[in-house]
T-cell receptor
Framework: AQSVAQPEDQVNVAEGNPLTVKCTYS??????LFWYVQYPNRGLQFLLK??????LVKGSYGFEAEFNKSQTSFHLKKPSALVSDSALYFC????????????FGAGTTVTVRA | KAGVTQTPRYLIKTRGQQVTLSCSPI?????VSWYQQTPGQGLQFLFE???????NKGNFPGRFSGRQFSNSRSEMNVSTLELGDSALYLC?????????????FGPGTRLTVL
């Protein structure tokens, strides 16, 4: 079985401060990991992915994420948050060992206050 | 390049009716996936189609069905609508799916069942 956990329903930060959105996963095989963002009344937009190689991946809009195999985590980070980063963030995992099924976490609402 | 388009954007139906939603993927993308998004259940995978064949299916009743045409366009059908089917239905396309390529999401169809 596979699962994705986003332990925080909400994250609140002040503009200019670092932003971290947490994600842990459980898969039977190797994971392909993704982060997506959803703005109000919009579909999801791809931010970044980890497939293999360097554990630190960089994506769109200044976001980056670190893959930690021992902790089975893939936390999303941004060094300096903007008010425009306020949105709903989803972590997703594709389980290579389970017919490549894709699962999404429950989502984390990020609010960046000015 | 045009993005993923979904029609209609909004639908209001009554219980017991059926509904068909349409999705046009990005040109060249052969994989189309469907998701149901609700505040309580989050983002849940419905099914994935590739080259007109259903490749994966989520845990939804048989009232939910879909198909893909030779031009990769996809339709999703829900029969005998229930109040709980009210949700945002998202379509996503990718080059081949089941692998390293990210998904591109449409804006969704907001279905309200009265």
């Amino acid at each position: 079985a596979q699962s994705v956990a986003q332990p925080e329903d909400q994250v609140n930060v002040a503009e200019g401060n670092p932003l971290t959105v947490k994600c842990t996963y459980s898969v039977s095989g190797n994971p392909y990991l993704f982060w997506y963002v959803q703005y109000p009344n919009r579909g999801l937009q791809f931010l970044l992915k980890y497939i293999t190689g360097d554990n630190l991946v960089k994506g769109s809009y200044g976001f980056e994420a670190e893959f930690n195999k021992s902790q089975t985590s893939f936390h999303l980070k941004k060094p300096s948050a903007l008010v425009s980063d306020s949105a709903l963030y989803f972590c997703a995992v594709r389980d290579v060992g389970n017919d490549y099924k894709l699962s999404f976490g429950a989502g984390t609402t990020v609010t960046v206050r000015a | 390049k045009a993005g993923v388009t979904q029609t209609p954007r909004y639908l209001i139906k009554t219980r017991g009716q059926q509904v068909t939603l349409s999705c046009s993927p990005i040109s060249g993308h052969r994989s189309v996936s469907w998701y149901q998004q609700t505040p309580g259940q989050g983002l849940q995978f419905l099914f994935e189609y590739f080259s007109e064949t259903q490749r994966n299916k989520g845990n939804f009743p048989g009232r939910f069905s879909g198909r893909q045409f030779s031009n990769s366009r996809s339709e999703m059908n829900v029969s005998t609508l229930e109040l709980g089917d009210s949700a945002l239905y998202l379509c996503a396309s990718s080059l081949v799916g089941q692998g390293v390529d990210e998904q591109f999401f449409g804006p969704g169809t907001r279905l309200t069942v009265l």
